[in-house]
């Protein structure tokens, strides 16, 4: 296999379990079980009518206009097709609006947090825009939704807001540029809706759990279907929100992108969503963003990327649990258990044969020798670095190397599908060397 990239195959091989499941869980022409609890919960709150009335495929009448949504809603439109989307005939009538959005980034202004040394020199900027952005009927429908019923999502979208448009201005875009940069920031995330909430980014993209993976990793694709099929937003800000898990060298999802296949927004969008991911771990600091977003050469746009590092050195770390020297121990022991599983993935690809199995031991081998390659290039945990490195910064190494081999975990499973029970235990046994206890 090329280890450059990935062949035409293989990527529709990824695409395959993706895409199944987006169909499943964004098919318009029926109410979304998990989007509509969280808009009928929002309505014990804030006032959600009908905006239209609402019609079964067949023309039956489920619901009349201005009629205040309910838990009698959800009854009527249990396994009904619908003339129209439900998401067009809702309207939040004391919902998100820009002077809400102001108000929320000013309160988040106020506070002292890792994204301040980024922010407050733009402040004046992002609030004038953030009044400026147009909210469509149905982003502003579940935003309010988030808002009101997962109020740390919408905190998230608001910062992504921010940041996306703090970096759109440190690169020099015009105001529309800016505005489009804030507006992609704002609704990256509107696709977790229609997933359950318990799979969504803040629990299930730094766990193992193979089975949050699987939901996560639609709701790309499904908000781009959304701001598509539903709303008037430019074509530009839908495709980045489809992309902003994508990564440069293809290793991102749901599409498994390159480098020029991603926007230019979808790389700004990219290095804002991982660097707000970081922000939400147990130990937020710009430091630990920084390492993850250079950790692996050529994942994320340098110039977005040198934006946060050059930020993150303006900022105090906290002290470290662990010495350098336990931690490069603990490194090397890392490395040594890559090559080993590399090595492992080899062997077995001269005896499976299995499509399914052969694509997975692929991909493993891809993954873990870019890693390896990517980790050793990047100069950050060599030796002869060092002497020029903290304990600190040493730590974050540690944690995202982690997080990386949870991934090729989730990733290799994902690919496998269906197998076998005898490749399904070659695959476990594989897979082992990855599932790493954290706390050990």
Same mark, same amino acid.
């Given at each position: ?88 005939? =809702?309207?939040? %009538?004391? +919902?998100?609006? !820009?002077?809400?959005? &102001?108000?929320? *980034?000013?309160?988040?202004?106020? $506070? ?13 900027? =992002?609030?004038? %825009?953030? +009044?400026?952005? !147009?909210?469509?009927? &149905?982003?502003? *429908?579940?935003?309010?939704?988030? $808002? ?111 480098g020029p296949q991603v926007s230019p927004h979808g790389r700004l969008l990219a290095v804002t969503d991982a660097t707000l991911n970081v922000l939400r771990s147990q130990q937020p600091n710009l430091a630990r963003a ?124 994902l690919r496998a599908a269906k197998l076998s029970d005898t490749d399904t235990q070659r695959l476990s046994l594989l897979c082992e060397h990855l599932a790493i206890d954290e706390g050990a």
């Amino acid at each position: 296999m090329d280890q450059g990239g990935r062949s035409s195959d293989e990527e529709a091989s990824l695409e395959a379990p993706v895409m199944n499941t987006t169909a499943r869980l964004a098919s318009f022409s029926t109410a979304n079980p998990h989007a509509l609890a969280t808009i009928l919960e929002a309505s014990e709150t804030k006032r959600i009518i009908a905006s239209r009335d609402i019609f079964d495929a067949s023309g039956i009448k489920l619901w009349a206009r201005s009629q205040a949504v309910s838990q009698e809603l959800q009854r009527k439109l249990l396994d009904r097709q619908l003339r129209q989307p439900l998401e067009s005939c =809702l309207r939040a %009538e004391d +919902g998100v609006t !820009p002077h809400t959005l &102001v108000k929320t *980034l000013q309160a988040q202004l106020d $506070q002292d947090t890792p994204l301040s040394t980024i922010l407050l020199r733009h402040a004046d900027k =992002l609030l004038r %825009e953030a +009044g400026q952005i !147009p909210v469509h009927p &149905v982003a502003q *429908l579940l935003l309010t939704a988030s $808002q009101a019923s997962r109020p740390e999502s919408f905190k998230h979208a608001v910062q992504a807001m921010a940041l996306n448009g703090a970096l759109m201005i440190e690169r020099g875009g015009s105001v529309h540029d800016l505005r489009l940069a804030m507006l992609c920031g704002l609704l990256h995330d509107l696709g977790e809706m229609y997933i359950a909430p318990e799979y969504g980014e803040m629990d299930a993209d730094r766990t193992l759990d193979f089975q949050n993976y699987q939901q996560l990793v639609v709701h790309p694709h499904i908000g781009y279907l959304l701001l598509t099929q539903l709303t008037d937003y430019p074509p530009v800000m839908a495709r980045a929100v489809a992309e902003h898990h994508e990564r440069l060298d293809g290793s991102g999802y749901p599409h498994s992108l390159h480098g020029p296949q991603v926007s230019p927004h979808g790389r700004l969008l990219a290095v804002t969503d991982a660097t707000l991911n970081v922000l939400r771990s147990q130990q937020p600091n710009l430091a630990r963003a920084s390492v993850a977003l250079r950790v692996v050469p050529g994942e994320f746009d340098l110039q977005c990327v040198g934006l946060i590092s050059k930020a993150a050195l303006t900022q105090k770390t906290p002290p470290t649990r662990l010495s350098s020297s336990a931690i490069q121990t603990r490194l090397d022991g890392l490395d040594t258990l890559m090559k080993k599983t590399q090595d492992h993935a080899s062997v077995l690809l001269t005896i499976a044969e299995a499509p399914a199995l052969k694509e997975a031991l692929n991909l493993a081998h891809h993954l873990l020798a870019r890693l390896r390659v990517g980790w050793n290039a990047s100069g950050l945990w060599s030796a002869d670095a060092m002497d020029a490195q903290d304990a600190v910064e040493l730590e974050a190494i540690e944690d995202e190397l982690l997080f990386r081999l949870r991934a090729i975990h989730r990733a290799i499973l994902l690919r496998a599908a269906k197998l076998s029970d005898t490749d399904t235990q070659r695959l476990s046994l594989l897979c082992e060397h990855l599932a790493i206890d954290e706390g050990a």
